[in-house]
């Protein structure tokens, strides 16, 4: 762990440039944050293929000092008990799970004083989803947060956003007007989460002094979350 430098903040975004993360990008840099991304996308401030170690090793190894890592990687449910492969479970549990906690453990050194780490979750990790893969890996991100809460502590805060539909989001926008009705009816604001809602969310996380090891359920009461 190292002392923080001077100068603006530093965070690295992995997945950031999807549709939330990329939203996380514009909320943190319009608030004076120097944010870097990391995906496979040759647009990318960092290169990483989160499945694959060697990586994800590499990755790390690039990567300057940071004040904070979000985790905004996904993999969308597609496969039912019915459906599932050994391949398609590995490739999940490897983008929600094992490639963080992969890049955590190459990268920690990085971290400063008093930084944060985010972990992307979903509400299926406590209602269960019809892709028991994707219901297992989110329910281990939060397990990492807690576990590496403690880890880390005192000197890196270690958190996890659990936020339900987001509006205007590729899983929104695939979902049949029927299925997006049924998730507002269930919401007790009866509406769906907005993208800018759920990157204040992140960087409410990342910037608190005194959160850590927590779960923010963002849904609108959708779901009463533990």
């Known amino acids: 762990m190292r002392d923080r430098e001077a100068g603006p903040r530093r965070a690295l975004v992995i997945g950031g440039l999807g549709a939330i993360g990329g939203a996380v990008v514009r909320r943190l840099g319009g608030s ?44 969308e449910p597609s496969a039912s008990l019915t459906e599932l492969t050994g391949r398609h479970a590995a490739a999940m549990f490897a983008t929600h799970v094992t490639g963080p906690l992969l890049f955590i453990r190459s990268a920690r050194h990085l971290l400063a004083k008093g ?13 269960g989803s019809y892709d028991p893969c994707y219901a ?24 996890a956003l659990s936020p339900s539909i987001v509006e ?6 695939r979902m049949t007007p029927d299925f997006r009705a049924r998730h507002r009816e269930a919401s007790l604001l009866e509406r769906t989460l907005s993208m800018d809602e759920c990157a204040d969310a992140v960087s409410f996380l990342v910037s608190h002094p005194h959160v850590t090891g927590a779960t923010l359920h963002l849904n609108g009461g959708e779901f009463l979350g533990a």
């Open 32 to 75: 004076g944050w120097e944010c870097l991304v990391a995906s496979r996308s040759p647009r990318a401030d960092i290169g990483l293929d989160i499945g694959d170690e060697a990586s994800v090793v590499a990755a790390a190894a690039a990567c300057p000092p940071l004040d904070a890592l979000v985790i905004a990687t996904n993999l």
């Open 115 to 127: 930084s944060s780490i985010v972990f992307l979750s979903s509400p299926a990790a406590y209602r």
């Open 168 to 173: 205007d989001s590729p899983v929104a926008r």
């Open 136 to 159: 297992a890996a989110k329910g281990a991100t939060i397990a990492l947060a807690r576990t590496l809460a403690k880890e880390l502590a005192p000197d890196v805060r270690v958190n």
